[in-house]
């Protein structure tokens, strides 16, 4: 089982950028596939990024293709989403979670198996 915890939420306007953080516990980190999922007030949870394993392989929803980046430091245990370009529908809080599986992949946020408690993003007109 893996922890994770999100960071680096905040309020930013339009056009600016903002780079999220999620570090997690354990010695196995590196065997876990990482998403971005955020959830906007009203709203189901939507798939934002995904990276596997090794870092070698990463996917994006069309949303925020071009203006988002997955990255992840096995060393210290942290994935992050840097952010730019920021539009106010990207509001909401962003979550890390996290697969069981080391080979699996995924874009639906239903199908991850550990969570973060989430970090409100704010983006002002």
């Known amino acids: 089982q893996v922890q994770l915890v999100e960071s680096g939420g905040g309020l930013v306007q339009a056009g600016g950028s903002q780079r999220l953080s999620c570090a997690a516990s354990?010695?196995?980190?590196?065997?876990?596939?990482l998403a971005w999922v955020r959830q906007a007030p009203g709203k189901e949870r939507e798939f934002v990024a995904f990276?596997?394993?090794?870092?070698?392989?990463?996917a994006y929803a069309d949303s925020v293709k071009g203006r988002f980046t997955i990255s992840r430091d096995n060393a210290k245990n942290t994935v992050y989403l840097q952010m730019n370009s920021l539009k106010p529908e990207d509001t909401a809080v962003y979550y890390c979670?996290?697969?069981?599986?080391?080979?699996?992949?995924?874009?639906?946020?239903?199908?991850?198996?550990?969570w973060g408690q989430g970090t409100q993003v704010t983006v002002s007109s």
């Open positions: 990276i596997n394993w090794s870092g070698s392989s990463t």
């Open positions: 979670a996290a697969l069981r599986f080391k080979y699996s992949s995924s874009r639906a946020a239903g199908d991850y198996d550990f």
């Open positions: 354990g010695r196995t980190f590196s065997t876990y596939p």
